[in-house]
């Protein structure tokens, strides 16, 4: 991931079929702009340097984990589906009698 560096353009990784996702290696997951997310996040990339059987111990780790503890992970597709047929029945069916 440091080794990406920190360029914005290119904002995430476009998998073609998203079953084979568990085979990936994990630098085909990380992209440049990776190391920048973590940066807005507030997460530390020293992090990334450490051995990771020490990592654990450390406080740059703890402060990580409660980070990323503290993201809400959202659905978007799924719920701007849900609003689309919620808006097109309330245009369809005025009275629901």
């Known amino acids: 991931m440091l080794q990406c560096g920190e360029d914005w353009s290119n ?6 079929d998203s079953k084979k996702l568990e085979n990936k290696e994990l630098h085909k997951l990380v992209a440049a702009s990776s190391t920048s997310a973590l ?3 507030g997460v530390d990339t ?5 051995n990771p059987a020490g990592r654990t111990d450390s406080p740059l780790f703890d402060k990580a984990k ?4 503290s993201i809400k992970v959202v659905n978007d597709s799924a719920e701007r589906s849900v609003a689309l047929m919620s ?7 005025h009275n629901e009698k």
């Open 87 to 93: 808006s097109c029945n309330e245009s369809i069916f």
């Open 46 to 50: 020293e992090l990334l340097t450490m």
């Open 11 to 16: 904002r995430g990784i476009k998998l073609q």
């Open 66 to 69: 409660s980070v990323v503890d």
């Open 39 to 41: 940066g807005c996040l």
